[in-house]
């Protein structure tokens, strides 16, 4: 009995290449498989030169984004039996420079993440014998939703805004900035905010809205960007009413 197969259109491309180019590779067809197992199989089977990254397999780590079929997707969790019979297109994520094949350079978004500040900033840290910043529940439901981002740049290759104004800090970083903001544990507000509303920074947004169709943990960056567009406005009228006054 001939086994089923199930075709990957994979880009491949070299430093020094002109263009990247398309390679086709028959796979076997599992049900339970995903696009990853599929490219591992390329890779232990079939051609050891494919590069692209991967770590957890679970949908974690974040590192195996790509685009399939013109989608960004964890390929953990991209299933073929959602593409038969074929065939899948891989691809690497849209909006960034590509390294090789399917790995793409990853420091501009770095960077925006670093220039929002994405982790606690407090003005005085109290002694460690006080012992450590208390929560109630709802304090850690006003942020949680915000904080389960994984880096994994799907909402970056979405944003058809970072693709024509790559200046653009990008939804993933501006929800980060949003989550350690709505932290009752922060006192970053102000250190954050002249850089979240920058020209670069939410106003850029048209809402669009697909950052938050892709992600894959439900972030939902549109709602932060447009969250943090109120916040941003209701200060520069408190500015304007109350100028000795506003928030920390």
């Known amino acids: 009995m001939t086994e089923e197969t199930i075709t990957l259109e994979v880009t491949r491309y070299q430093p020094g290449d002109r ?11 599992r049900k ?9 199989h390329i890779k232990d089977r079939v051609d050891g030169s494919l ?23 964890l390929t953990c969790s991209a299933f073929l039996r959602d593409y038969h019979p074929g065939p899948i297109r891989v691809e690497p994520l849209a909006n960034f420079p590509v390294i090789r094949d399917l790995v793409v350079a990853l420091d501009d978004f770095l960077e925006k ?7 606690l900033i407090r003005e005085t840290e109290k002694p460690v014998a006080e012992g450590e910043y208390r929560q109630t529940p709802a ?55 002249p850089i979240v509303s920058d020209s670069v920074g939410v106003w850029e947004c048209t809402f669009v809205g697909e950052c938050s169709v892709v992600c894959p943990k ?18 520069w009228a408190m500015s304007v009413l109350m100028p000795w006054g506003g928030r920390k």
């Open 218 to 235: 439900g972030v939902d960056p549109a709602a932060a960007i447009q969250r943090s567009k109120v916040a941003g406005a209701k200060d």
């Open 113 to 119: 993440l670093r220039r929002v500040k994405p982790w």
């Open 51 to 73: 590069t692209y990254r991967w770590s957890c397999r679970m949908g974690v780590c974040g590192s195996c984004g790509m685009m399939v079929n013109g989608v960004p997707k």
């Open 32 to 40: 339970d498989w995903v696009v990853l197992d599929a490219l591992n």
């Open 139 to 193: 304090q850690l439901d006003a942020y949680k939703q915000f904080s389960m981002c994984i880096n994994c740049m799907l909402c970056y290759a979405a944003c058809p805004v970072y693709g024509l104004a790559p200046a653009f800090i990008g939804p993933a970083a501006i929800a980060l900035a949003y989550r350690y903001n709505l932290d009752s544990r922060d006192e970053g507000y102000r250190v954050r905010e």
């Open 19 to 29: 263009e990247p180019r398309t390679e086709s590779f028959s796979v076997p067809y």
